[in-house]
């Protein structure tokens, strides 16, 4: 069984930043794909950004688009999510997925693993 954790989540007022970081229990080999989704409260879960193996592709979705970054660093199997010039709107529970893939995946079913989450709060 794989778990991935997240970090980095916490309260912040608007405009301000945050890293989440998220790393799985054990490490992984082989191609992965990972991405970020969200879930506000009484809101469906939704994708967020979405990186592949070499990083060489990316895909966010439009309301982070200019704001929000993805990373990765395969040596340490981490992904990242920088958020820049954060809004209330940003509000939401993070979740980290990964998925033994080549491509980009942005459609959350098709994800294999996911964290926990961690909490991001942005106070007006």
């Known amino acids: 069984q794989v778990q991935l954790v997240e970090s980095g989540g916490g309260l912040v007022q608007a405009g301000d930043s945050l890293r989440l970081s998220c790393a799985p229990s054990?490490?992984?080999?082989?191609?992965?794909?990972m991405g970020w989704f969200r879930q506000a409260p009484g809101k469906e879960r939704e994708f967020v950004a979405a990186?592949?193996?070499?990083?060489?592709?990316?895909d966010y979705t439009d309301s982070v688009k200019g704001r929000f970054t993805i990373s990765r660093d395969n040596a340490k199997n981490t992904v990242y999510l920088q958020m820049n010039s954060l809004k209330p709107d940003d509000t939401a529970v993070y979740y980290c997925?990964?998925?033994?893939?080549?491509?980009?995946?942005?459609?959350?079913?098709?994800?294999?693993?996911w964290g926990q989450g961690t909490q991001v709060t942005v106070s007006s």
């Open positions: 997925a990964a998925k033994f893939s080549m491509s980009v995946v942005t459609t959350q079913n098709e994800y294999d693993y």
């Open positions: 054990r490490r992984i080999f082989g191609t992965l794909a």
């Open positions: 990186i592949n193996w070499r990083s060489t592709s990316t």
